[in-house]
Each structure stands twice: as structure tokens, then as C-alpha cells.
């Protein structure tokens, strides 16, 4: 347990870290290229001046704060998160950012957003590239779904085979459950055996997900072999290999995990007989169920996954595809939150919500994917028109396009001051939902 923690933190620490160092990338290169001056560039935050380490370069104190919550680069001449206006005269430097022309003001502010976004398209690129795109066609699906604890709830079975999602024909079977959470008055068209109906989704099915984070909606059915065997465990013990196939527990016949889970579940503590099909043979061993009913081994499923191999070209452009999706994924996510679907506490999510959905060991398709998807959305939460973040400094760059005056640094010191107080407080409430989902989901 203790390890699986640390991992993820790892992993959670290092994807925060690249996203944060190249954010700030974003803002610091324009704002050198215009010659302005940059006094710090952190890694996580300084509170209290208090760091981990650092060195200074030219004008530029280079450092890694103790606070790993993001970190930001302070611009000369910028009302910005520190809070440091004392030194503000009222006649600017040309080395200070509000010395600047407005449109080197906003691609400074803007070229944060514009990394990220530059950061989720390239992982986004490289992912196709190296791993190509591993997908379940649901023609493949041949033995239905298990219905999971939330699945059973709405209506689901196991067995039965999700044919259409809103009336269209259901392509990848991925996509049978991540239509219903973004999008609004959605349904099932089920095949139960010879019978085929509609099943209404709720519409909070995503509130019924994070709710009941160690429950589930359903998974595909699948006949399987022996994968990874857990040292020292029962499964190693009792002599099962891999690639061994489970056909017979205790004299009964079943084929598919899900039924063999079931079957486990029923004999805690207790010895079984297996019969196995060892390369053509029938073997027949023992082994002991632990008290969590498991044996200690990972199924590897017998399904027909297809796998495409891509150039750079086409990598590139599902890449920016991929990319944008999350964009799409996020605002439909926002119109379900404004329109009463979802509740708002279950899309906030502090560190803890974030690093939790890291795997308990280093799988790099996957940490690129997360990191790449956190890359998107890091974009879009950035341009939300709130002071302190880059889309409230653009919300009261634009308005000087048009007049030619840009806001009083009394006006914008006040500004910061309210954004602070949104987003500590957003962060707070956000934090107090993820100890609660913690310890007490």
C-alpha cells in the first residue's frame, strides 16, 4: 500500500513538474524576447521565501520552492499571484512588463496557455507515434459487458451487449461509456439475450462514478489465460504458470473472468481444486483462496484488440485531434456542471483526486497520456476569465486594444486580490472534497 502511494506520488510529482517548468517556459521566452526583465523562476512556490535551493543568473533567480502546488515566474513590473506592488513606480522602466505595448503584454501573458497546448499536442503525437492506438472494436465484444456494482444500479446485466449508444451504432466499445458522461439525455440500446430494448442513462452517472470511486459501470466479458504471476503468492505456490488456462473449479465449468472472480469470492479461506489446460493438456492442482478471495495472479484477456501503427504525419494529426478532444471533453464536462447535471464538488479535485488516477506502478503510455490530457486541461482552466490567472490578466489586457488606456495598478492590485481570495478558496474546497472521498467514499 505504501508503495503503490509513493508511486503515484512519484509519477504525480514528476507529470506536475514538466507541466509547470514548460508553462512558465511559456511566459518567461516571450517575455526575454521583448527585454523584459524576469526576477524569479520557481519551480513550486517560495512561501516565505522558504526553498529547496536556487541560483541566480543575470537578472534571474533560478529555484525549486518547498510548496509542490505549481509554480510561477516573476515578471518585472506585473501585478501578478506575489502580490509584490511596493516596488512600483509611477513611471515605468522599459525593462517592466508594464512598460510594454499591449500586444507584447498579451503574448507574454498568453504564452503559457500556448505551451500547453504546443505540450498536449506533441505527447499527444508521440504517444501515436512510438505505441500507435490499441482499441476494442465492440463487434469483438462477443460474450456482452459485467455489469459492475453502478451498472447494476442503472439497469445493466451481465451478458448483455450495448448495440447503440443514442440511437448510433456503438464502433469502440470505449466509447460506451465516455458518450453518456459528456453529453446530456443519453441511452442504451441492449441486446438481453433474444430481447432487445432502450435503457435510459441517468444523467449524473458521472456523480454516480466519482461517488463510488471503488465500484464501477461495467467492463467487457472476456474468456482469459494466466498473465503475471505474484511472487510468493498461492497462485506460484500451487505450481499455475503462465499462460496456463482455468477451465473447472471444484468440478464446475465457467469461462469467463468475471465468473471465476465469483467463483473465488465463494471459497475464501478455503482450498480449491483447479483444472487447467497447461499447452493442450488437462492438469488438475490445488490452491488456496486468500481472505480477499484471490489467488495472486493478472488474467491477460483472450479478445481481439486491434492495434494501428502510425508515420509522423498521421501521429501528428490524430495527435492534434487527440489534443483537442480533451478541449471538446472540457467544455461539454462545464455545460453538464452550468446546467444542474452534475454536481460541481465531484469536477474539483485537489492533488489527492489528480494523483490518484496514476497507476500503482510506471506504465509510460499511460503517464504520457495523463500528462498530456493534464497539459489540455491545465490550458483551459488557465484562460477561465478569473484575476490571477493568465485569462483574467488577457480579461483586462483586451479592453486597451480598444481604448488605448490599460487599468491603474491600484485597480489591478485589487483585482489580484480577488482572484487570490476565488482560487484559495476553490483550492480549500477542493481539498476538503478529496480528504473526504479518501477516507470516507
Same mark, same amino acid.
Given at each position: 500500500?505504501?508503495?503503490?502511494? @509513493?508511486?503515484?506520488?512519484?509519477?504525480?510529482?514528476?507529470?506536475?513538474?514538466?507541466?509547470?517548468? !514548460?508553462?512558465?517556459?511559456?511566459?518567461?521566452?516571450?517575455?526575454?524576447?521583448?527585454?523584459?526583465?524576469?526576477?524569479?523562476?520557481?519551480?513550486?512556490?517560495?512561501?516565505?521565501?522558504?526553498?529547496?535551493? %536556487?541560483?541566480?543568473?543575470?537578472?534571474? =533567480?533560478?529555484?525549486?520552492?518547498?510548496?509542490?502546488?505549481?509554480?510561477?515566474?516573476?515578471?518585472?513590473?506585473?501585478?501578478?499571484?506575489?502580490?509584490? +506592488?511596493?516596488?512600483?513606480?509611477?513611471? &515605468?522602466?522599459?525593462?517592466?512588463?508594464?512598460?510594454?505595448?499591449?500586444?507584447?503584454?498579451?503574448?507574454?501573458?498568453?504564452?503559457?496557455?500556448?505551451?500547453?497546448?504546443?505540450?498536449?499536442?506533441?505527447?499527444?503525437?508521440?504517444?501515436? !507515434?512510438?505505441?500507435?492506438?490499441?482499441?476494442?472494436?465492440?463487434?469483438?465484444?462477443?460474450?456482452?459487458?459485467?455489469?459492475?456494482?453502478?451498472?447494476?444500479?442503472?439497469?445493466?446485466?451481465?451478458?448483455?451487449?450495448?448495440?447503440?449508444?443514442?440511437?448510433?451504432?456503438? *464502433?469502440?466499445? *470505449?466509447?460506451?461509456?465516455?458518450?453518456?458522461?459528456?453529453?446530456?439525455?443519453?441511452?442504451?440500446?441492449?441486446?438481453?439475450?433474444?430481447?432487445?430494448? /432502450?435503457?435510459?442513462? &441517468?444523467?449524473?452517472?458521472?456523480?454516480?462514478?466519482?461517488? $463510488?470511486?471503488?465500484?464501477?459501470?461495467?467492463?467487457?466479458?472476456?474468456?482469459?489465460? +494466466?498473465?503475471?504471476?505474484? &511472487?510468493? %503468492? $498461492?497462485?506460484?505456490?500451487?505450481?499455475?504458470?503462465? /499462460?496456463?488456462?482455468?477451465?473447472?473449479?471444484?468440478?464446475?465449468?465457467?469461462?469467463?473472468?468475471?465468473?471465476?472472480?465469483?467463483?473465488?469470492? !465463494? $471459497?475464501?479461506?478455503? /482450498?480449491?481444486?483447479?483444472?487447467?489446460?497447461?499447452?493442450?493438456?488437462?492438469?488438475?492442482?490445488?490452491? @488456496?483462496?486468500?481472505?480477499?478471495?484471490?489467488?495472486?495472479?493478472? #488474467?491477460?484477456?483472450?479478445?481481439?484488440?486491434?492495434?494501428?501503427?502510425?508515420?509522423?504525419?498521421?501521429?501528428?494529426?490524430?495527435?492534434?485531434?487527440?489534443?483537442?478532444?480533451?478541449?471538446?471533453?472540457?467544455?461539454?464536462?462545464?455545460?453538464?456542471?452550468?446546467?444542474? *447535471?452534475?454536481?460541481?464538488?465531484?469536477?474539483?479535485?485537489?492533488?489527492?483526486?489528480?494523483?490518484?488516477?496514476?497507476?500503482?506502478?510506471?506504465?509510460?503510455?499511460?503517464?504520457?497520456? !495523463?500528462?498530456?490530457?493534464?497539459?489540455? +486541461?491545465?490550458? +483551459?482552466?488557465?484562460?477561465?476569465?478569473? #484575476?490571477?490567472?493568465?485569462?483574467?490578466?488577457?480579461?483586462?489586457?483586451?479592453? =486597451?486594444?480598444?481604448?488605448?488606456?490599460?487599468?491603474?495598478?491600484?485597480?489591478?492590485?485589487?483585482?489580484?486580490?480577488?482572484?487570490?481570495?476565488?482560487?484559495?478558496?476553490?483550492?480549500?474546497?477542493?481539498?476538503?472534497?478529496?480528504?473526504?472521498?479518501?477516507?470516507?467514499?
Amino acid at each position: 500500500m505504501t508503495q503503490d502511494i @509513493l508511486i503515484k506520488a512519484s509519477q504525480l510529482i514528476t507529470c506536475l513538474s514538466i507541466l509547470v517548468i !514548460l508553462h512558465e517556459l511559456g511566459h518567461f521566452i516571450p517575455a526575454r524576447i521583448f527585454k523584459t526583465r524576469v526576477e524569479k523562476f520557481f519551480l513550486f512556490f517560495d512561501v516565505s521565501q522558504f526553498k529547496l535551493f %536556487s541560483f541566480k543568473r543575470g537578472d534571474t =533567480e533560478y529555484g525549486v520552492g518547498w510548496l509542490p502546488l505549481g509554480g510561477y515566474v516573476k515578471i518585472a513590473g506585473m501585478v501578478d499571484e506575489s502580490m509584490d +506592488v511596493k516596488n512600483l513606480k509611477p513611471i &515605468p522602466e522599459s525593462w517592466e512588463y508594464r512598460a510594454k505595448p499591449a500586444w507584447q503584454r498579451l503574448i507574454i501573458i498568453s504564452g503559457g496557455v500556448i505551451m500547453n497546448l504546443i505540450l498536449g499536442i506533441i505527447i499527444f503525437t508521440g504517444i501515436y !507515434l512510438y505505441w500507435g492506438e490499441q482499441y476494442l472494436l465492440n463487434k469483438n465484444v462477443k460474450y456482452g459487458i459485467e455489469a459492475l456494482e453502478i451498472g447494476k444500479q442503472i439497469g445493466l446485466q451481465s451478458g448483455d451487449k450495448i448495440v447503440k449508444v443514442n440511437g448510433k451504432e456503438l *464502433e469502440r466499445f *470505449e466509447d460506451a461509456l465516455r458518450i453518456p458522461i459528456l453529453r446530456s439525455k443519453n441511452s442504451y440500446t441492449i441486446q438481453r439475450g433474444d430481447s432487445i430494448f /432502450e435503457l435510459p442513462i &441517468p444523467e449524473n452517472l458521472i456523480d454516480l462514478i466519482i461517488e $463510488n470511486s471503488n465500484q464501477g459501470v461495467f467492463t467487457f466479458a472476456f474468456k482469459f489465460k +494466466v498473465g503475471q504471476i505474484l &511472487p510468493g %503468492s $498461492n497462485a506460484e505456490k500451487s505450481g499455475l504458470m503462465t /499462460e496456463d488456462e482455468i477451465t473447472v473449479i471444484n468440478g464446475k465449468n465457467f469461462f469467463l473472468f468475471h465468473e471465476f472472480r465469483e467463483e473465488l469470492m !465463494l $471459497n475464501k479461506n478455503s /482450498e480449491i481444486k483447479v483444472e487447467i489446460l497447461r499447452r493442450g493438456s488437462k492438469k488438475e492442482i490445488t490452491v @488456496l483462496v486468500d481472505s480477499a478471495g484471490k489467488i495472486g495472479f493478472a #488474467p491477460v484477456p483472450l479478445m481481439d484488440f486491434n492495434t494501428t501503427k502510425f508515420g509522423l504525419l498521421t501521429a501528428m494529426t490524430l495527435g492534434t485531434k487527440k489534443a483537442f478532444g480533451v478541449i471538446s471533453d472540457q467544455y461539454n464536462g462545464l455545460k453538464k456542471i452550468f446546467r444542474g *447535471e452534475t454536481k460541481a464538488k465531484n469536477s474539483l479535485g485537489s492533488f489527492i483526486r489528480i494523483g490518484s488516477v496514476f497507476d500503482a506502478s510506471w506504465d509510460w503510455r499511460r503517464f504520457w497520456l !495523463l500528462t498530456a490530457s493534464l497539459s489540455m +486541461v491545465l490550458a +483551459v482552466m488557465n484562460v477561465l476569465p478569473i #484575476p490571477a490567472l493568465d485569462g483574467g490578466h488577457i480579461l483586462f489586457l483586451l479592453p =486597451e486594444f480598444v481604448t488605448g488606456k490599460r487599468p491603474s495598478d491600484k485597480f489591478l492590485e485589487k483585482a489580484q486580490w480577488v482572484g487570490m481570495v476565488i482560487l484559495g478558496t476553490l483550492m480549500l474546497f477542493a481539498l476538503f472534497n478529496d480528504i473526504v472521498w479518501a477516507f470516507f467514499s
